[in-house]
């Protein structure tokens, strides 16, 4: 015998508007192809004025250490007891705040001047292990329901992320949630 199933009372998601649905997916295939999620929003965020100088800060989020998961262990290439650190960012641009992220980065596997600047500066991740030369490697892509007109901080869409370095060892996994603070305001 199955259970009846519930009864949702809430209204039907109303999708983006053409034009912002537009934008999202813009900004969506413009950071699945980028090497960098921070020089994509940097360009993202001069093309579109969304501050006065187009230079994200990374704001360090105060939370709990949240371990990396067997399968994040695994992307990584690392054993069950080698040192993985994480840290939660908003990245912003002027007072725009365009994503949060989850990094969780092998410190083994980078320089000390690298790992001094992302615990103690707000540079961006992306921008600190620059001289690595990383690729990404998209894990996952997950849409979400930003609503008709998405405001600063509906998130638009997550995607899950490994960055290798040049000659190929992966050192971060991230995942990424953009928001609606990313979207020029309508004219």
């Known amino acids: 015998m199955s259970l009846p199933r519930p009864v949702r009372s809430e209204a039907p998601a109303v999708p983006p508007r053409p034009e912002t649905a537009a934008l999202i997916a813009d900004l969506r295939t413009r950071i699945l192809a980028a090497h960098s999620a921070t020089a994509a929003l940097e360009a993202w965020c001069a093309e579109h004025r969304l501050a006065g100088e187009a230079r994200l800060v990374a704001q360090r989020l105060p939370v709990a250490d949240k371990p990396p998961t067997p399968a994040q262990r695994a992307r990584l290439?690392?054993?069950?007891?080698?040192?993985?650190?994480?840290?939660?960012?908003?990245?912003?641009?002027?007072?725009?705040?365009?994503?949060?992220?989850?990094?969780?980065?092998?410190?083994?596997?980078?320089?000390?001047?690298?790992?001094?600047?992302?615990?103690?500066?707000?540079?961006?991740?992306?921008?600190?292990?620059?001289?690595?030369?990383?690729?990404?490697?998209?894990?996952?892509?997950r849409p979400l329901a930003p609503g008709d007109a998405p405001g600063p901080d509906a998130p638009l869409f997550e995607v899950d992320a490994v960055l290798v370095t040049g000659t190929g060892e992966p050192f971060c996994e991230v995942v990424e949630t953009y928001l609606g603070g990313a979207l020029p305001s309508p004219p």
């Open 77 to 141: 290439g690392v054993g069950p007891d080698e040192p993985v650190r994480y840290r939660r960012v908003r990245l912003a641009c002027g007072d725009r705040v365009l994503s949060e992220a989850d990094n969780w980065y092998v410190p083994a596997r980078l320089s000390p001047e690298m790992n001094a600047a992302l615990d103690t500066t707000r540079t961006p991740f992306g921008r600190v292990v620059r001289p690595l030369a990383p690729v990404r490697s998209t894990v996952a892509v």
